[in-house]
C-alpha cells in the first residue's frame, strides 16, 4: 500500500511511494505525530539522480524489517533537497560541523521540535569499514531517546544554539577591488593542476563559476595567465570522459584527478553553467573546440532534458538497466570493444578505439571504458569519425536510457535560460533562442503569481508547494536579463525587475546589506540559511549581486546598484582566501570594476541588416557584465533607449560606463575594440 508519498510531485519522493516505510513528507503534521508519539524524527534527504540514495533505499528502505522497526520508533520524513534547498542547507550545516563532512543521502536525527542531535549521511545494512550498520544507528539512537533523553534534548539544543551563532555579516563590507582580485588569481594559481586542467584532486569538479571570473579577469586585465586557465581547463574537460562524446553534455563530476570517469549523472545546472562558458570562451578566443562543445551541450539539454511544456528537467541518473534488468552505474555510457565490434565491424573497431581511447583492460569497471577524446598524433579522416560517433550514438539509443527526474526547477531553468539564450546569438541559431523563451514562458505562467513571488519547482505543468528561494530569484532573473539583452523585448527586463525588488524586500537585512537563502516571510526553520559560497551553482548571494548589478546597468537605479555593491562585501572577504568557491562573486566583481558597460543599438527595426550586426558585436563584446538593449529610437521596451537618435539616418551604438558616454558610433569595428579593450 502506497504512503504518504504517493501524492508528491517531487520524483525523489515519489521514488518512495511504495516503501514499507511509513514516509512523511516535510510538514507541520509530521512534527506533531512525533510529538503525539513521544518518538524522534528521522529525516532522511536526498535527490533522485543520486547513486548512492537508490543504494540505502533498496537495501534499508524497501527492507520490511528494517521499516518495521523505523514506524514503531520514529516518525520518518523524507525530504528532496532539489525541492527543499532551504531544509537540506541548515541540516547539512549541522552535519557538516558535526562530523566534519557531508552529502547524500543525508540521515539526521530530530527531536520533535526539528532540533539536531545524531547525524550521518549513508548507512550500510550491515557493519562495514567501521560503519555501523543501519539497524545498529536506528537501534542505539532509540536507547538514547529512551533512556537518556536530558542528554539527547541538552545536545540538540547545543547545536542549534552554535548554528545560530554563525550569521554572516558582510553586508556592510566593501566591494572588493583590483588587489582583492589579483589575491583571488593568485591563489587559483597556487591550486590550479597544470597537468590536467582545474584545480585540486579527486574528485574533482567542472570549476564553472571559476572560470567565469578567469575569462572576465583577462577581459578586463589582460592577465594572459587566467586566460590559460580556463581555457586548458575547458579543453582537458571537453576531451575527457566527464564529457559525453557521443551525445554532449557533462556528467556531475571526475572521481579521478584526469576526467577521465565521472560519476554518470547529468544535471540541468552543470550543463547549463558549462554551456555559457564554453560559449564565452569562443568569444575570447575563437576556440572551434569550445563552439563545438558550446552548441553540443545546448543540443543535448533541448534534446534530453527539456518537458513537454517546454521547461527543462533536473537530471539524468547515473544508473540504468545493463540490459540484464539490472541498474548499474554508466551502464548506457561505457563501452567493451566487442560492443564497438558489434556496431562497427572489425576494421572501424581499431579507428573507434583509438579516438575514443577504449582499450581491452578498460577505464572504467568490468573491462568496459569511459570514451575520452585523447589529444593524437598523425592524420585521422574526421569524416569517417563523424560516421563512427553517429553510428555509436544511434546503437546506444537503443540501450535502455537513464531514468530522468522531470521536475523544472525555477533557478537552474533560469540557469538554462541564459545560455540558450547567448549560445543561440552568437552561433546564429534562432532554435535555441526560441528554446530559452519558451523556458521563461513557462517559468512566467506557471512559477509566477500575481505579486511576482516564485514557486521553486513544478512537473508535468503543475506548480510545486514550495516557495522560490534565494536562487530561485537571482537566477531567473540572471536568465531574464540575458534574454532581454537577446531578444530586444524589454518584458524580460520589466520581469526581472519584478524579481530583485523581491531580493531587496524579502531576502535583504535592511541594516547590513547581507542576504539570506530563504524570504523573510518564508516558513521558519530551526536557523534561516544564509550561504554565500559557491557549490554546484552560483550561491544565491553571488547571483543576486549579478542580477542586481545588471538590473541597475540597465535602468541607473541607485538603491539596486548600492544593493549589489553591499552584498559583494563577502567577496571582499572571502574571495582572496577561498576563490574556488566564490568563483561568481567574483566574477560579478569584475563586472563592477569594469563599470559594468551600457550598450544601447538603435536602427530603423530590429530586423534591419546594420541593427543586427551592431547588435551582435554589442552581444559579443567582452567588456565584463556588460549590458546590451536594442531597439528602435525612443522606444520605451528598454530605458538605455531613452535619448538616443540614430545618427545621419544610420543604426547606431552607444557605450557608456560610470556614468560617462563615448560619442555614438555606425561602426561596427569600433564597437568592437571599445567593448575588447
Known sequence: MPNRLAHETSPYLLQHADNPVDWWPWSAEAF?????????????????????????????????????YLNAHYVSVKVD?????????????????????????????????????????????????????????LQGVHQAWDERRDEVTEVAGKIVRDLAGREISYGDAQTPGEEELAQALLGLTREYDPQRGGFGGAPKFPPSMVLEFLLRHHARTGAEGALQMASDTCERMARGGIYDQLGGGFARYSVDRDWV??????????????????????????SELARRVALETADFMVR?????????????DADSDDGTGKHVEGAYYVWTPEQLREVLGEQDTDLAAQVFGVTEEGTFEEGASVLQLPV??????????ASIRERLLAARSERPAPGRD?????????????????????????????????AADLLVRLHLDEQARLTRTSKDGHAGANAGVLEDYADVAEGFLALASVTGEGVWLEFAGFLVDHVLARFTDPESGSLYDTAADAERLIRRPQDPTDNAAPSGWSAAAGALLGYAAHTGSEPHRTAAEKA???????????????????????AVLDG??????????????????????????????AVVAVGVPESEEFPLLSGRPLVGGEPAAYVCRNFTCDAPTTEVDWLRAVLSD
Open 304 to 316: 534530453e532534458l527539456r518537458t513537454n511544456e517546454g521547461g527543462f528537467a533536473s537530471a539524468l
Open 32 to 68: 506533531e505525530e512525533a510529538r503525539k508519539r513521544n518518538v524522534p524524527v528521522l529525516l532522511s534527504i536526498g535527490y533522485s539522480s543520486c547513486h548512492w540514495c537508490h543504494v540505502m533505499a533498496h537495501e534499508s528502505f524497501e527492507d520490511q524489517e528494517t521499516a518495521e
Open 81 to 137: 533537497r532539489e525541492e527543499r534547498p532551504d531544509v537540506d542547507a541548515v541540516y547539512m550545516e549541522a552535519v557538516q560541523a558535526a562530523t566534519g563532512q557531508g552529502g547524500w543521502p543525508m540521515t539526521v536525527f530530530l527531536t520533535p521540535d526539528a532540533e539536531p542531535f545524531y547525524f550521518g549521511t549513508y548507512f550500510p545494512p550491515a557493519p562495514r569499514q567501521g560503519m555501523p550498520s543501519f539497524r545498529q544507528v
Open 406 to 438: 522531470d521536475k523544472v526547477v525555477a533557478a537552474w531553468n533560469g540557469l538554462a535560460i541564459a545560455a540558450l539564450a547567448e549560445t543561440g546569438a552568437y552561433f546564429d541559431r534562432p532554435d535555441l533562442v526560441e528554446a530559452a523563451v519558451a
Open 568 to 590: 559583494l562585501g563577502v567577496v571582499k572577504a572571502l574571495g582572496p582566501r577561498v576563490p574556488r568557491f566564490i568563483g561568481w562573486g567574483l566574477a560579478v566583481a569584475e
Open 376 to 385: 593524437r598524433d598523425g592524420f585521422v579522416d574526421a569524416g569517417k569519425v
Open 261 to 286: 570517469v565521472p560519476h554518470f549523472e547529468k544535471m540541468l545546472y552543470d550543463n547549463a553553467l558549462l554551456c555559457r562558458v564554453y560559449a564565452h570562451l569562443w568569444r575570447a578566443t575563437g
Open 596 to 625: 559594468p558597460r551600457e550598450v544601447a543599438v538603435v536602427g530603423p527595426s530590429l530586423g534591419d541588416e546594420g541593427t543586427r550586426s551592431l547588435h551582435r558585436t554589442a552581444l559579443l563584446g567582452t567588456a565584463p557584465g
